[in-house]
């Protein structure tokens, strides 16, 4: 029945689900389930649904002031985690079961033990991720994740049988798959489907278990494709670079200033949703080698191999892609102060973009709403010298 309404109501789910963020986990734990919430896009969620939880991803909250965080953590930490734990020690995250946190930067995961001394949640779990993609990485990485399996087994009080992580493997697959149909939708010009609609479909998508997020994305696509009125034509085709952006205003901001918002490379959006989970016999493996080798984030060391202009397309040549299939004119590197991964990453990813003859605006800023002015200057700045 669940899934039917949300296949049925598309956008307005949607909506109210990116208004209220956890309001459906929230009914799910009156239900009886247990809510795992995560950081980051490297917590394999097809593990936690195998084990019969619901994962759901904690994000904080830009239109809020960062006040009880900064007592237990430095204010040099990234102001997206600071601001996670915030939303976590005022009680927006109160329906948590547990916490499973990666090793991904400095900033998620040294705030590990704050996180699990502070909020004393009945299950906490830390998933070492090694930093190579190299053969010994891939090994110590499948035994971290039967590590993972095993813990989770313990808290669920049942096995993790293979079968049932390809079935839910199978279902984040078709997941993905649909995300990426939502994405084509952005491709003409003008695009069927804003950078505002989408930001908040993505949020929506954070929140909810997949077997519920799948019916509700294949309502989205229907109702985007039947509507009359699509999104009118603008000036530019952006392209958004960065971390966990999690909230409209930049992109209100964007599509505000005479642009149309494309295509992300986000880890939020497309990091999420464009690597599959091979499907073998081997689910261990396969979710393995999916996480270490197929997301592209800053924080992952990639060997480099030829000339530096080989490098540079090994590592952003998906953004290249994206480039060109969505005919963009221009990008926004938006990222966040005190973020090392993405901040060493910076004059690498501009000199690739900036190769391709597209115009790159970097901005770094805080995770608030308090500097939107700033941005908003310097983004119509941007766009006034493109065209």
């Known amino acids: 029945m669940e899934e039917a309404r949300l296949a049925s109501q598309g956008l307005a789910t949607v909506e109210r689900y990116y208004q209220d963020y956890g309001c459906r986990a929230r009914e799910l734990k009156g239900q009886g389930r247990k809510v795992i ?19 759901f991803r904690i ?15 430095e204010t040099i930490v990234c102001p997206l985690v600071r601001s996670c734990f915030d939303m976590a020690l005022k009680g927006k995250y109160q329906f948590l079961d547990g916490l499973v946190i990666p090793h991904t930067c400095d900033s998620v995961c040294r705030t590990y033990d704050i996180w699990k001394y502070t909020l004393k949640l009945p299950y906490c779990h830390f998933v070492n991720v090694p930093h190579a993609t190299d053969g010994p990485s891939m090994e110590f990485f499948r035994a971290m994740l039967g590590i993972f399996r095993k813990s989770l087994e313990r808290f669920a009080g049942k096995e993790i049988s293979d079968q049932s992580l390809i079935q839910a493997i199978e279902l984040y697959n078709q ?3 649909l995300m990426r149909e939502l994405y084509e939708l952005r491709k003409p010009d003008p695009p069927l489907l804003s950078g505002v609609e989408m930001t908040k479909v993505l949020v929506a998508a954070m929140s909810l278990p997949v077997d519920e997020c799948n019916p509700l994305l294949a309502g989205v696509i229907k109702e985007v494709k039947s509507r009359s009125q699509p999104p009118a034509k603008k000036s530019a085709r952006i392209m958004v670079v960065g971390a966990q952006v999690d909230d409209t205003a930049l992109m209100e901001v964007i ?12 880890c939020v959006g497309t990091r999420v949703y464009w690597p599959d989970v091979s499907a073998t016999d081997d689910p261990i493996g396969s979710l393995a080698e999916r996480y270490l080798s197929r997301i592209m984030c800053p924080r992952t060391y990639r060997e480099k191999t030829g000339a530096y202009r080989q490098y540079l397309e090994d590592r952003f040549g998906h953004i290249g892609r994206f480039i060109r299939d969505f005919k963009v004119d221009g990008v926004i ?55």
């Open 333 to 387: 590197l938006y990222i966040y102060k005190y973020c090392d991964p993405y901040g060493f990453e910076v004059p690498a990813i501009k000199s690739y973009i900036e190769s391709l003859n597209i115009p790159v605006l970097y901005l770094e800023d805080e995770y608030s709403l308090s500097s939107i002015s700033r941005l908003k200057t310097r983004i119509q700045a941007f766009l006034e010298l493109m065209g």
């Open 255 to 266: 599509e505000g200033s005479d642009a149309n918002l494309v295509i992300d490379d986000l």
């Open 175 to 177: 997941n993905r798959a």
């Open 59 to 73: 994000k904080g909250n830009v239109r809020e002031p960062i006040t009880k965080a900064d007592a237990e953590m």
């Open 37 to 55: 919430g995560y950081l980051c896009a490297y917590v394999p969620l097809e593990m936690i649904t195998a084990a019969g939880f619901v994962p």
